[in-house]
Structures are given as structure tokens and as C-alpha cells.
DNA sequence: GTTCCGATTTTCT
DNA sequence: GAAAATCGGAACA
């Protein structure tokens, strides 16, 4: 049980909240230390929290389910700024998902929240998503960010400075299992998608190959 | 329990 | 004009 994730910026015990270091690293080795991480919204005085249990990775060229695979453009440009910057984008038209910026700056790479475990402001999340089971609440990218009120007007947050939106270190090290990522139709070789072992909170996620018999 | 399908907006070709 | 890092409800077993 000694082995899992470590938290470097955690090493003296200071601060609970993960520093720039933290997320200047190699995209998936940040998606899988993230899990068991607390992912912080202030709105007001209100503090709403959960601790990520399902994440995935993107990166650029050599990615190509990535929104950076094909270059810079105006809506995915926070990808290639400074770590530790909230990536936000509306899709399907009803959702928006919520990425954090990672690798050196000038290096594409985020790490998709998919999943959190309420903890603080619990039954206002349920409440905004219409339900009673906190399980449900955020079990989803779409889901969290409703739950916790996240929009695009979070992009390009820096969550190091930011008193609205941060992730502070777990407490320990968590189980984690891998998986090929959700909802994409190339890159599903590579095995990004991370998630607590076991945990309630974690979303479903489709299998990607049911009954395909590949030769 | 699982699988299939439509809704609706932004973004890019 | 087409596709998209999704969700929820309907249909089926």
C-alpha cells in the first residue's frame, strides 16, 4: 500500500493547495496524481468541493482525440498557455466540460475532470441537478460542471491564484485503475483515462469494444 | 440490467 | 455544413 500516487508540492506539508510544479509535468502522470484530490468552486461565500475520482489525459500533435491535435486556434488556446489554468469549453450543445492546462508552457496538455465525490456544499449540488443521491451528482464531466457551476467564464482561470476555483492535495495515496479514454473515436489505444478504484462516484463510461472481433 | 438515439450550440473546414 | 472529450430518456432483455 506504499505504493501510488506522490505529491511533490506536498512534500513539506505547507500549503493544501497543488502548485504550478504540480501540473508543469507530463500530462498523463498529472491525470493519475490528481485522483484523490480535492476540486475546490468558491462562489460568494459558498465553498463547494469534491474529490476527483475519474480524470483523463490530452496532449497535442501526437494525440489526435486531442482538441489540440491539429494546432493553436483561438477556443483551445489555453491548452498550450501556463499550467495550472482552467480550460473550459461548451460541446453537445448542453454541456461543458472542465480541463486543467499541464506540461511547460508552449506545450499543449490538459487533464479532463470527468468524475468528483461531493464533499462540501453537498445538497446544493444534488439540488441543481435535480436528485437526491449525491452519487449521481457529478459522476460525469457534463454533470460536475452543472453541479458546481462552472462555465465557460472560468476559462483561463489560473488555479493557483484564483479564490473561485483550485484543487488542494488528497490526503493519501488511492487505488487507481486505467482505462481507454470516453467518447472519442481515435487515440482509443492509449490507456489515459484514470479513475479511483472502486469508488461509487466514478462514471460509467461505455466499453469500447462490446463484441468486436479484431483479428 | 443494457443499448440506442435525439437534443442543441460552438467551433472549425 | 459537419462534427463534437455528453446526457437522459425510451426501448428491450
Redesign the pocket.
Known amino acids: 500500500m506504499a505504493t501510488g500516487a506522490r505529491h511533490p508540492t506536498l512534500a513539506m506539508g505547507d500549503t493544501p493547495r497543488l502548485g504550478r510544479r504540480f501540473y508543469a509535468r507530463y500530462t498523463p502522470t498529472v491525470a493519475r496524481e490528481l485522483l484523490g484530490c480535492l476540486l475546490v468552486r468558491v462562489e460568494g461565500k459558498k465553498r463547494l468541493s469534491g474529490i476527483i475520482v475519474e480524470t483523463?489525459a490530452?496532449r497535442g500533435s501526437g494525440d489526435p482525440?486531442?482538441?489540440?491535435y491539429?494546432?493553436k486556434?483561438?477556443?483551445?488556446e489555453v491548452?498550450f498557455g501556463e499550467p495550472g489554468h482552467a480550460?473550459v469549453?461548451?460541446?453537445?450543445?448542453?454541456?461543458h466540460?472542465l480541463?486543467l492546462t499541464t506540461e511547460r508552457e508552449g506545450i499543449p496538455g490538459?487533464v479532463?475532470i470527468r468524475a468528483v465525490e461531493p464533499v462540501e456544499g453537498v445538497e446544493t449540488m444534488i439540488a441543481r441537478?435535480g436528485l437526491e443521491d449525491a452519487a449521481?451528482a457529478a459522476d460525469?464531466?457534463?454533470?460536475?460542471t452543472q453541479a458546481l457551476g462552472i462555465d465557460?467564464r472560468l476559462n483561463g482561470e489560473d488555479l493557483i491564484s484564483s479564490k473561485r476555483l483550485f484543487v488542494e492535495a488528497g490526503s493519501g495515496p488511492v487505488p487507481v485503475g486505467t482505462s481507454a479514454?470516453?467518447?472519442?473515436?481515435l487515440g482509443v489505444d492509449r490507456r489515459w483515462r484514470y479513475y479511483v478504484k472502486g469508488s461509487r462516484f466514478v462514471?460509467?463510461g461505455?466499453?469500447a469494444v462490446?463484441h468486436s472481433q479484431n483479428p
Do not use: Q
Not at 482525440?65 to 489540440?68: G, K, Q, V
Not at 486556434?73 to 483551445?76: E, K
Not at 460525469?140 to 460536475?144: A, I, Q, S
Open positions: 483523463e490530452y482525440a486531442s482538441h489540440a491539429s494546432g486556434t483561438r477556443r483551445n491548452m480550460y469549453y461548451f460541446t453537445y450543445g448542453f454541456h466540460c480541463n490538459a479532463l441537478r449521481r460525469g464531466p457534463g454533470k460536475l465557460r479514454r470516453v467518447g472519442i473515436k462514471s460509467r461505455r466499453p462490446a
